[in-house]
């Protein structure tokens, strides 16, 4: 089942286009010109029940209006969306009380009342049953070690503190499909892992489908296997981060630190069968990248050590840092 189905999804916005000087300036009060902007661009979106996935891309991508358009705050130009059975925009009553949204920079709980007042409030506002309500909060309360904050007005906490908060007020009324946007972002390491851990156990335990846009791309090694990328308002990639890495991460690359110095060519003559590329990035020292199909460090070694005496061995693959960048300033691969 398809908690997110969105088909030739499109949103345009007409933005007012400014005459130069003070006479246009004038002339703009009276006489105004606009321009379109199409900020996403007829994508195609399916997002499985129970799924966690990123959704990343530079910013003006167009991450931040799909994410306004799936959770009903923006209406689409045009195109087809169902998110949880609902059309987000026009059943806003019903479809809320089946999500959850966590925006690393706004906050939903109120900021000078006691943290469990504001769950209080959302109880209502959800119309959540008591005894429903005190036993999904002592749950979450226990996950996310909340115990000594809930006496506590939110404006005290610290920032961790408080996104610990913000996931549990979001999770209050046990939402069937997460949106989370930047949830860590200014977090310190220890507070980062604690809240992937929390989100792995949700998923693994309500099957809460999550949708996750972040600039911290640890986030989406941690926690997905699929990922979406957006550029110019288009998705460019769906798919796994293991078929990423596999497809755009460019191999391996093999670091050497020989005993003396050899010609790049010799060194090239002895790996020629196996697409291996030898290039010189110090006194001894040399980078090869391994580019074919199946690429192998230890055949590599094989051809090489019989003829020079290997003094240091230094592997590295390409993360999925490198391999974004690289996609957003070469182009797809391919493509």
């Known amino acids: 089942m398809l908690s997110i189905e969105a088909r030739g999804l499109t949103k345009d916005f007409k933005i007012v286009q400014s005459r130069e000087g003070m006479k246009g300036a004038f002339r703009d009060l009276f006489d105004r010109k606009y321009r379109t902007i199409r900020a996403v661009d007829e994508i195609d979106l399916g997002i499985q029940s129970g799924e966690i996935v ?10 931040s209006t799909t994410i306004k358009m799936l959770t009903g705050i923006l209406q689409p130009t045009a195109g087809e969306l169902k998110v949880n059975g609902f059309d987000p ?32 409030l959302l109880k209502k506002l959800y119309g959540i049953p008591d005894e429903k309500y005190h036993a999904h909060l002592d749950r979450l309360t226990e996950v996310l070690e909340m115990g000594p904050l809930l006496e506590q ?28 946007d930047e949830p860590t ?57 293991t078929e990423l890495s596999r497809q755009w991460g460019g191999g391996p690359r093999l670091y050497l630190e020989l ?29 090869v990248l391994l580019t074919g199909d199946n690429p192998s460090v230890s055949e590599v070694l094989s051809r090489v050590v019989p003829h020079a005496s290997v003094k240091e061995i230094r592997i590295e693959e390409a993360t999925t840092e490198d391999i974004v960048r690289r996609i957003y300033q070469e182009g797809v691969p391919n493509a």
């Open 54 to 63: 990123g959704y990343i891309g530079e910013n003006g991508a167009g991450k």
């Open 89 to 120: 925009h026009r059943e806003r009553e019903q479809f809320v009380r089946t999500i959850g949204v966590v925006f690393g920079q706004r906050s939903q709980l109120w900021w000078d009342l006691a943290v469990r007042e504001s769950f209080r």
């Open 153 to 180: 007005p939110v404006r005290k906490l610290s920032l961790g503190q408080r996104m610990r908060c913000e996931l549990a007020a979001a999770l209050l009324h046990q939402p069937s499909l997460l949106f989370l």
């Open 185 to 241: 972002i200014g977090l310190d390491v220890l507070v980062k892992e604690n809240i992937r851990r929390f989100l792995k156990q949700i998923n693994q335990e309500y099957g809460t489908t999550i949708l996750l846009t972040t600039h911290d791309l640890s986030d989406i090694e941690a926690l997905c296997h699929r990922v979406v990328m957006l550029d110019k308002g288009t998705i460019i990639y769906d798919g796994g981060l």
């Open 259 to 287: 005993e003396e110095e050899w010609d790049l060519t010799t060194l090239q003559g002895f790996t020629k069968d196996i697409t291996a590329e030898w290039q010189h990035v110090g006194d001894r020292c040399y980078r």
